[in-house]
């Protein structure tokens, strides 16, 4: 059985979307950058602690941890804790290219005969990163965006398959990866461990 460490409805249609079987544990963990860590090893660090808080719970499972960050001009953008923060994220992200991140963690139990206790675990981790430049965006267009409410549980406090992709004229890398779980690694990693 294959677990999903997270409560995004996002990553849940993707993985639906490509015929993949799952159920859903959300992991509650500090999402927090660490001091002086790189965005690639943030991303993949929160994914790693994810997964392994569910498969704490989940030892027979194989249990899959993901974590979607922005970075623009070395700045880590998660989520927006208000709206003042999204209008400051967006500003950030208007004009310019900027890299998404998302790090995923594959946890599953260790092979009978490897290894005698339960909780042993099987870990691989690794992180897709895609290249997103925006448009110019006026303050009037970025206040509206804020409003409807879509930015606010969105790292980099935009969703590319939402509204925001009329300010999106070119992607560089996996889509599914913007939108918080690039599948194509996922499901590699799936078939190279034996989940599928």
Not at 33 to 48: H, I, V
Not at 54 to 62: A, E, G, L, T, W
Not at 102 to 115: E, I, N, W, Y
Not at 132 to 146: A, G, K, M, P, Q
Request: proline fraction near 5%; aromatic fraction near 4%.
């Amino acid at each position: 059985m294959l677990v999903l460490a997270s409560a995004s409805p996002r990553r849940r249609e993707l993985l639906r979307n490509a015929g993949i079987s799952f159920t859903v544990q959300a992991a509650d963990i500090n999402e927090a950058p660490l001091a002086g860590e790189s965005p690639q090893d943030c991303a993949e660090r929160l994914a790693r602690e994810k997964a392994l808080a569910v498969f704490q719970r989940r030892p027979q499972d194989y249990v899959l941890g993901a974590d979607t960050i922005v970075v623009v001009e070395d700045a880590i953008l998660g989520k927006p804790r208000d709206a003042g923060d999204a209008v400051r994220m967006l500003r950030l992200l208007s004009g310019h290219t900027h890299a998404v991140i998302t790090g995923v963690c594959l946890v599953s139990p260790v092979a009978k005969g490897q290894g005698s206790v339960a909780s042993e675990a099987d870990l691989v981790a690794a992180s897709e990163t895609t290249l997103v430049t925006f448009c110019e965006l006026s303050d009037d267009e970025i206040r509206d965006y804020v409003v409807t409410g879509e930015p606010m549980d969105k790292a980099g406090a935009y969703a590319i398959q939402g509204m925001a992709s009329r300010w999106i004229p070119r992607i560089e890398g996996d889509y599914s990866n913007v939108v918080g779980l690039p599948v194509a690694l996922v499901y590699r990693m799936l078939r190279e461990r034996g989940a599928l």
